[in-house]
């Protein structure tokens, strides 16, 4: 579980913290020293035909795995050891109210084509996202500043409407990624970020290659390898078997199924932690019959969490209760009774909506998560037992997330969760943000979401906290039925450092160890496995670091 940073400390952290994560993160002596070359070679599941480089789309994990510190650079970030640090921002500070916070820039930054990164460039990226027809997934995050004013060519003022302690967290939003200033729709188009890899190729959907960029800002710390490549391979099996045949050397979203072939594999090494990354169920919660409180409640109570669980996590997981904090978040409400498989109290809430029975179509794909349509069959036996009849409609993988999620009536989602719970409840159920996909109003959970954010006391923020889950979890228009581990692997010719993030799926194989960009102690080489240098590395028998 991540180590979790409290507000008062989120308000103290700066350049300080920058100096200790890069001190601890470095080789405390030669023998240790990760090495630096050859080519990585990732399948990754999540890609669309319809990928771009524009953040404000990114919804799966190919473009946020890509995007996000490989190919751009956010202003600051979340390791894999849970603290918050700067990435293009060296430090920050606010005013006692959290209101105003001051962020001061790296020096040695330059983008992909030559231009020095400054000011300018984070004003104009964070614009973008509020701009007139702007669909961005991240205006919650930018609306709330009401003033951003450029100090110099190194410092940037941002004032909020109203005071928020996690201000610098929601800055490593991987939509919010730093572009060039007066030329972005051609940063977008050819993909010019200040991130370690430059862009060699991109076919969306198919194939993304990037090379290392020389006298990076990250050099001695991050990007041990010289290349990558990453296919893009969403269907499960096949992204299974090209690990196993050498074709690639990393895979994200294991399929549970096949895990124990994986595992007994001694070339082959699993990875899992767990997060607050959760499966869900989203009504539309204006389109009849999920309008109805009663209809909701009926269908929360016709669903077996455990056998879900049991059957499609095996075990890699634990059970939801309807509301998107996870285990992993600092106020998660794990006294909130749980909502249990009750077939006779789903009839009695059926039965006050003024209905005997239910048809219902619900959409799936393995495109929402590994096993989605495999779950929704399992609602759809356990619902019935209540008299509600859920036609599962299995639907195109490519194209899920722009024709199915957020327009079909009822569907299958997966979050990977939020750092802050904040965070999480402005992405997903602020009234009127881009990604709430169900459309829910709720006045006094809105109420609560702005006490919360400028809530300077940790105690009345937990209590604030634990109201809203309890809210969402009894009236909200969202099932989840289950949290789900990270599960990836990858070839133990690849070798990484101790600590593994929980954060984002996917983004942690480049980010959340030391395979693309090595940031901190994260993949690459044999960091904490190589006794000697040239001598083999005791855990894979290598002394190639890495194998190209």
């Known amino acids: 579980m991540n180590k979790q940073l409290n507000r008062r400390t989120v308000l103290k952290t700066g350049a300080a913290t920058v100096a200790a994560t890069a001190l601890t993160s470095l080789p405390t002596n030669a023998a240790s020293a990760p090495g630096r070359g050859g080519t990585l070679r990732m399948g990754v599941a999540g890609a669309n035909t319809s990928d771009s480089w524009d953040g404000r789309t990114h919804s799966d994990s190919f473009m946020i795995v890509h995007g996000h510190g490989v190919v751009f650079d956010c202003l600051t970030e979340v390791t894999a050891k849970g603290e918050l640090i700067g990435e293009l921002a060296e430090s920050w500070s606010s005013s006692p109210d959290a209101r105003v916070w001051t962020f001061d820039l790296r020096r040695d930054v330059t983008f992909h084509n030559g231009k020095p990164f400054g000011a300018d460039d984070v004003l104009e990226s964070l614009q973008m996202h509020t701009a007139e027809g702007a669909k961005s997934a991240a205006r919650p995050i930018i609306e709330p500043i009401v003033g951003m004013k450029k100090l110099g060519e190194r410092q940037v003022e941002f004032t909020l409407a109203a005071g928020n302690a996690d201000f610098p967290y929601l800055m490593s939003d991987y939509h919010i990624l730093m572009y060039p200033a007066g030329m972005i729709e051609q940063a977008i188009a050819e993909g010019i970020g200040t991130g370690l890899y430059r862009v060699e190729s991109f076919d969306p959907g198919v194939r993304f290659v990037g090379s290392r960029v020389e006298g990076h800002y990250k050099d001695g710390r991050a990007g041990w390898f010289d290349g990558i490549e990453s296919i893009a391979i969403n269907d499960s099996s096949a992204r299974m078997n090209a690990l196993l045949t050498g074709e690639v050397d990393v895979v994200n979203r294991v399929d549970f199924k096949i895990e124990p072939l994986l595992r007994a594999n001694p070339a082959v090494e699993i990875f899992e932690v767990t997060g607050n990354q959760h499966f869900t169920f989203a009504m539309r919660t204006d389109t009849a019959p999920f309008t109805d409180i009663n209809v909701r409640k009926a269908l929360k109570y016709a669903i077996n969490r455990q056998e879900m669980v049991d059957k499609i996590l095996l075990g890699h997981g634990a059970i939801g209760n309807d509301h998107p904090i996870g285990p992993a978040n600092q106020y998660y409400h794990a006294q909130l009774e749980q909502l249990e498989y009750d077939p006779d109290k789903a009839k009695f809430y059926l039965k006050e909506s003024g209905m005997d029975s239910l048809d219902v179509d619900l959409s799936a794909s393995e495109a ?181």
């Not at 024709?403 to 159920?429: C, H, I, Q």
């Not at 006045?443 to 937990?462: H, I, M, P, T, Y």
């Not at 090595?518 to 690459?524: A, L, P, T, Y």
């Open 368 to 548: 929402a998560f590994p096993g989605a349509v495999d779950t929704a069959q399992l609602y759809q036996v356990s619902a019935k037992a209540a008299g509600i009849n859920i036609n599962v409609v299995q639907e195109s993988a490519d194209g899920y997330w722009s024709n199915v999620w957020l327009k079909k009536p009822w569907a299958a989602v997966y979050w990977s969760g939020r750092a802050t719970e904040d965070w999480m409840f402005s992405t997903n159920y602020e009234l009127g943000v881009p990604w709430n996909d169900t459309f829910w109003e709720n006045a006094r959970f809105q109420e609560l979401l702005l006490l919360g954010r400028a809530e300077l006391d940790s105690d009345k923020r937990r209590n604030i906290y634990h109201e809203m889950q309890a809210i969402v979890s009894a009236e909200g228009g969202t099932i989840v039925p289950m949290y789900a581990n990270y599960v990836d692997a990858n070839s133990t010719r690849v070798t990484h450092g101790p600590d593994i993030g929980n954060l984002w799926q996917a983004r942690r194989f480049p980010h959340r160890r030391t395979l693309v960009d090595g940031i901190g102690d994260r993949w690459g080489g044999c960091p904490g496995h190589q006794v000697n240098p040239g001598q083999p590395c005791p855990r894979s028998g290598s002394s190639r670091v890495p194998d190209p």
